[in-house]
């Protein structure tokens, strides 16, 4: 939602000079201009999404590859401790059922210990080949939630995505199209847009005019202004207006 609050950021600041020129033009010139400017929008958007499709994909492989970077060693030692276990575990009992055949065995389990680089105990020979798999698992898993993550990511782009050029962008081409066809406003008179109230001074601005206690603008006078409304006469008539408040017909 914040891609697409931008856009409407951007749209409500490029727009309104565009409306303003086209009025002067004729209609089906306006109508080809917006729908030049949703079709950048449009190309806008798909880039965008695009970009943001590649970089989720590049940091999901980013992540593997550091995964498998830093669970090298350990799966390297274990695969040596599954392979050395292995061999152990092997030698089988026939051919070695006299006193100095299993004596052999033993020494060459111990010799098989002292090769290793750092050295393990004999339970842990045994264990190995199940460490291995413990730790392929692991690996497995991690791998799965990054990619399961990928997956997740993308498709909630892809609903950005849609929603911005299925429903944002029509309905913004609409809403343009619809004010193309408004009338131009007729100009406001006796509209009053502002109050500076003070003790000491008193004024409003009443059709791009200032006007103190005492003024005529248009032959009404300003009898009084207060803080949020400025009293008026004509004639024998007299009236209060607030600010933005639509003018009384004696203007």
């Known amino acids: ?9 951007c749209l409500s600041l490029s727009i309104m000079p565009a409306q303003a020129a086209g009025r002067n ?6 109508f080809e201009e917006i729908e030049k400017y949703i079709a950048r929008l449009h190309q806008g958007i798909e880039d965008y999404y695009t970009n943001q499709f590649i970089e989720v994909k590049q940091r999901a492989e980013a992540e593997i590859g550091l995964l498998e970077v830093t669970d090298n060693a350990v799966y390297a030692c274990l695969a040596g401790q599954a392979e050395t276990a292995a061999e152990v575990l092997s030698i089988d009992d026939y ?16 010799q098989i210990k002292k090769d290793l680089k750092h050295g ?3 339970d842990s020979i045994e264990r190995a080949p199940e460490r291995f ?4 698992s692991q690996i497995a898993e991690r791998k799965s939630e990054i990619l399961a993550k990928l997956e997740f990511e993308t498709a909630d782009l892809e609903k950005q995505k849609n929603y911005a050029l299925t429903v944002t962008l029509p309905a913004l081409e609409k809403q343009l199209k619809e004010n193309m066809l408004k009338p131009e406003p007729k100009p406001t008179r006796g509209l009053v847009t502002g109050i500076v109230y003070s003790a000491n001074k008193r004024c409003a601005a009443i059709d791009r005019k200032i006007v103190h206690e005492g003024d005529v603008i248009s032959g009404i006078t300003v009898v009084k202004i207060y803080q949020d409304s400025v009293k008026f006469s004509k004639k024998s008539k007299s009236w209060e207006q607030k600010v933005q408040q639509t003018p009384a017909s004696y203007w």
């Open 133 to 136: 798999a413990a730790a392929q």
């Open 95 to 110: 051919g070695y059922r006299t006193h100095l055949e299993r004596e052999a065995k033993a020494g060459r389990m111990q």
């Open 120 to 122: 393990i105990f004999a």
């Open 25 to 30: 033009q004729q209609q089906p010139k306006q």
């Open 1 to 9: 939602m914040k891609n697409l609050t931008l856009i409407l950021v």
